[in-house]
Every structure is written in C-alpha cells, then in structure tokens.
C-alpha cells in the first residue's frame, strides 16, 4: 500500500515538474544497474568460495583447527562454526546458529554465545566484498586485519561475559 503511494506520488511529482523527470529517472536506473554489474563478479566469487568452503570440509577442518582458540577465548566448542562462518557468510552463520540450537538448546551456553556473535559481528568478508567492488578498489585496505582483530577481540568478551 505505502509503496504504491510512493510510486504514485513521485509519478504526480515527476509531471508536475515537465522537465527531464523521466530522463533522470532512466539516468539513476542505468547508473544502478552498472553499478550492480560491476559488484556481481565479485559477489559470485565470494559466494562460490562459500560454497566450495562447505562442499570441500574446509569449514569442519577450521573449526577443529580453531578448538585451542575457541578454548583460550572461553568459547564453548560448539561455538567454532559460527566463529568460522560469521565473518564470511551471513546465511553460513545463521545455519551454523540453527545448527547449534537444534543440537545444544537456545538457552545453553553455546547458544547463548553464538547469539552474542551473531547480533554483534558482521561479515567482514562480504560487506569488504560489496563495498571495494563499488569502489574500485583492487588491493585489500589495512581495514581487513583490523577488523579481524576487533572480531576476535569481540568474541573474546564474549566468551568472558556469556
């Protein structure tokens, strides 16, 4: 209903104005659609590399890897997926989440601590993905390592506090 209302008030908008309304309308949506072209190879990449991740064991791997660390925060074990998947892949960290429920309950401690990582982290890899592809930026800024450190930093807490 609202966008309807939208739609039909920037339509009155448009020929009250007479000029050039339409043309700037197909102007912002040309300039739209390149800029989602120049981001699609880059998201397909990211989302291959997620999928491959998955398919292949490598995330299983990472997480059996990351037990020392998951130990040393004060995580629980079970929390490893989605310290893995949170900073790649918002739909790999929401299943890793389901995954823990179903197996530990939303009130265990696992849940509870990937409920603190899921709402208080981003994925790094994917927003870094969007934004530089729609920046043209080719060489990764010294935000990535950054922001790697304050992810960790972050869980650390979480594992104190949870």
């Known amino acids: 209903m609202?966008?309807?209302m939208i739609l039909m008030m920037t339509a009155l908008l448009v020929m009250r104005g007479g000029r050039g309304g339409y043309e700037a309308?197909?102007?912002g949506a040309r300039q739209?659609?390149?800029g989602a072209a120049g981001?699609?190879?880059?998201l397909c990449a990211m989302t291959l590399m997620i999928s491959l991740m998955r398919a292949s064991g490598l995330t299983e791997l990472i997480c059996r890897l990351m037990a020392p660390l998951t130990e040393l925060m004060g995580l629980p074990q079970e929390a490893a997926p989605m310290l893995a998947l949170r900073p790649i892949s918002g739909s790999g960290s929401m299943s890793a989440l389901q995954a823990i429920f179903d197996e530990c309950g939303a009130d265990s401690r696992a849940g509870r601590a990937a409920s603190v990582l899921m709402g208080?982290?981003?994925t790094i890899f994917y927003t870094m993905t969007v934004y530089l592809a729609g920046a043209g930026v080719r060489r990764l800024p010294r935000?990535?390592?950054v922001s790697l450190i304050s992810y960790l930093a972050g869980a650390?807490?979480?594992?104190?506090?949870v």
């Not at 981001?39 to 880059?42: D, E, G, Q």
């Not at 650390?156 to 506090?161: T, Y």
């Open 2 to 4: 609202q966008e309807g």
């Open 25 to 27: 309308f197909l102007r």
């Open 32 to 34: 739209g659609m390149e």
């Open 39 to 42: 981001l699609f190879p880059a």
């Open 120 to 122: 208080s982290s981003e």
């Open 143 to 145: 935000a990535l390592p």
């Open 156 to 161: 650390a807490v979480c594992g104190l506090m």
